[in-house]
């Protein structure tokens, strides 16, 4: 059976959700390892049990909370070659696509990114990735031993597994070297945020270049309040200094796949569709029927944003009384 090994990183000393879908998609593939770096390791091989890792591997060593990605890649590189995993999963996130790189410079492992579909096929792997902002779909193999595969969050989903065992938990036996502390973090700056996140929100409401002014994404603020959502947008508002990065939906900022999103004002360029079009419903608020947004929307509203916003906020507070 394949030997698959998850890096299962913690936010804040609590498991991401990106590990519970890796591990979830791992069971299918074969017998799962998790790894788990960082204070409050140990509190969190349950969670990752429930959703199918066999066996969590953990260490609390303050150098995984305390330096950047450097003493992560050198135990990951360490347990690679112990374990001689079939594949490697760690989610598309900072901290991910540092530490895969840095493996991979160790090992030559090899890295897959932006991974889809993920198989063995006869034995060899196969992964499907978007190419040319996802307008061709590959296949990708690698012949290496323990390929690097990065997979962006809510690629999978994140789904207990019924009857699950208890996993076996043992602790590391390595410690990260002197040379592997270099980068210290000197602080964690968190930036404010109302509401639901982008990757969590069941509605995004984005914005683009047609709401006019930085001003008007005050209107989107007050349609995402009744609706519990939360506030995207381009990157052409971001590079203008609208909002912040944090914000950007699209090839170069967050994938998201919310039960609905809403676009206004927005163009639909392929760049920003990359990043929205995994959403189960998709609705445009746009003043040119001719959009591109609309040919990947199920509901399309022709018109100006800023009258068409108010009133359905208006309307909305009127039906929830
Ligand atoms: C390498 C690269 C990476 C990129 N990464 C990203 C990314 O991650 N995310 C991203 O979003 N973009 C990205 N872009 C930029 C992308 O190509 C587009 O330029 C950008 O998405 C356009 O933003 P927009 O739709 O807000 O603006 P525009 O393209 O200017 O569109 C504005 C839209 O608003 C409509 N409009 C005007 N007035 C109104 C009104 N009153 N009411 C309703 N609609 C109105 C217009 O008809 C138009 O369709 C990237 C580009 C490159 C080259």
Redesign the pocket.
């Known amino acids: 059976m394949a030997k698959i090994l998850v890096l299962a990183e913690l936010k804040e000393g609590v498991v991401q959700k990106v590990a519970l879908e890796l591990v979830s998609k791992a069971r299918t593939l074969g017998e799962v390892t998790a790894v788990v770096l960082g204070t409050g390791a140990g509190a969190q091989a349950a969670i990752l049990g429930e959703y199918g890792a066999q066996t969590v591997l953990i260490s609390e060593d303050a150098a995984y909370t305390t330096y950047l990605a450097e003493p992560g890649a050198e135990t990951l590189a360490y347990l690679i070659e112990q374990i001689a995993p079939s594949l490697v999963l760690i989610g598309g996130t900072y901290d991910g696509r540092d530490i895969a790189g840095r493996v991979n410079a160790k090992l030559g492992s090899g890295v897959i990114t932006d991974a889809g579909e993920i198989s063995f096929e006869g034995g060899a792997l196969k992964v499907t990735v978007p190419w040319y902002s996802a307008t061709t779909i590959v296949d990708v193999t690698s012949p290496s031993n323990a390929p690097l595969v990065m997979v962006k969050p809510k690629t999978f989903a994140a789904e207990k597994l019924e009857g699950a065992a208890v996993p076996t938990v043992e602790k590391i036996s390595f410690t990260p070297s002197d040379k592997s502390k270099r980068a210290r973090i000197l602080e964690t700056v968190m930036e404010k945020s109302e509401g639901p996140s982008l990757e969590e929100a069941n509605v995004v409401i984005?914005?683009?270049?047609?709401?006019?002014d930085a001003k008007n994404f005050e209107l989107l603020h007050k349609l995402a309040e009744p609706l519990n959502a939360a506030v995207g947008?381009?990157?052409?508002?971001?590079?203008s200094g609208w909002v912040s990065y944090s914000m950007?939906?699209?090839?170069?900022?967050?994938t998201v796949k919310p039960n609905v999103y809403i676009?206004?004002?927005?163009?639909?360029?392929?760049?920003?569709t990359?990043?929205m079009k995994g959403s189960k419903n998709i609705i445009a608020?746009?003043?040119?029927e001719e959009?591109?947004?609309f040919k990947v929307s199920d509901l399309g509203i022709v018109?100006?944003?800023?009258?068409?916003l108010p009133a359905l906020t208006e309307e909305l507070k009127k039906r929830r009384g």
Do not use: E
């Open positions: 984005s914005g683009g270049r047609g709401l006019k947008a381009t990157r052409a508002v971001v590079d950007q939906v699209g090839q170069t900022g967050k676009a206004v004002g927005i163009s639909g360029a392929i760049q920003h990359v990043g608020i746009n003043t040119d959009a591109p947004i018109g100006d944003s800023l009258k068409i």
